[in-house]
């Protein structure tokens, strides 16, 4: 299946957004749209002449603010999220074994908690959008939104490992400028996940990480709960989560 396809890096969260249209209808989808980059997105579903369709999050995010709210504002598309938070803001609740259709697309949800307790992984044909569950070389922490380490272990090998080898992954961030890997590439060698590392190693792994409170949580979660609002009391060092992204940083 040919379609038109973008990855689009949102550089203060680090986040990947992914465009996904169909060529016949011309309806799209954007996958995990950033706050900051909302005008950037819509000028890239613009340039290819194509109708956004959907939004769709993979999880409530803690990290950055999702668009999904504003770019409904800017072309009328409809919020599509995991239908287990029973966000009120969300038109069209997803879930696993219920595919969303955009024309010709039919993306597949995938439950893979563990991350959080919400988070889906998306697949379309030959590629998977991992969201926050599998990075490259890595994952997901898990101690945050009811995160838990041996749920994502067997979220990652039961729904995305037995993927076929060749599936390319496209994760939700990557902070090394990473881009794309694959089912089989992370099989055999995600430190964290791959190469056959047990259950039990995985969750002492993931236990010792010691890694800091997440500085945009706070805010993050409660505007997310709203499809993407920015909330009140965002700090001015923080605001620019919150604002459209400075014109020599647009992609
Ligand atoms: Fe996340």
């Known amino acids: 299946m040919s379609i038109f396809f973008r990855q689009l890096f949102e550089p203060i969260s680090s986040t990947y957004t992914y465009l996904l249209g169909c060529p016949e209808t011309r309806l799209a989808v954007l996958i995990d749209p950033a ?20 939004t769709l999050d993979t999880h409530i995010h803690a990290d950055h603010i999702t668009a999904a709210a504003q770019l409904k504002r800017e072309t009328g598309s409809r919020i599509a999220a995991p239908a287990v938070n029973g966000l009120a803001c969300v038109d069209v609740p997803v879930e696993e074994g219920t595919p969303l259709v955009a024309g ?32 490259i070389d890595g994952c997901g922490r898990t101690d945050f939104q ?64 010691g890694l800091a409170y997440p500085k945009f949580i706070d805010h993050a979660l409660p505007g997310n709960r709203l499809c993407g609002v920015c909330p009140p009391g965002v700090p001015d060092d923080l605001q620019k989560y919150c604002e459209e992204m400075a014109q020599s940083a647009q992609g």
């Open 104 to 135: 010709s697309l039919s993306i597949e949800p995938l439950f893979t908690p563990g991350h959080t307790d919400d988070h889906h992984a998306y697949r379309l044909g030959e590629r998977v959008f991992t969201g926050d569950a599998l990075l």
């Open 146 to 209: 009811n995160g838990d380490a041996a749920t994502l272990y067997r979220s990652v090998h039961e729904k995305l490992f037995t993927l076929p080898d060749q599936t390319l992954v496209y994760p939700g961030h990557d902070y090394q400028g990473r881009r794309v890997s694959s089912i089989g590439q992370e099989k055999t060698r995600n430190p964290r996940l791959g190469g056959g590392r047990p259950l039990p190693a995985f969750v002492e792994l993931m236990g010792k990480l």
């Open 35 to 54: 706050l900051p980059a909302w005008r950037r997105d819509l000028e890239a579903v613009r340039a290819l002449e194509l109708k956004l369709a959907y």
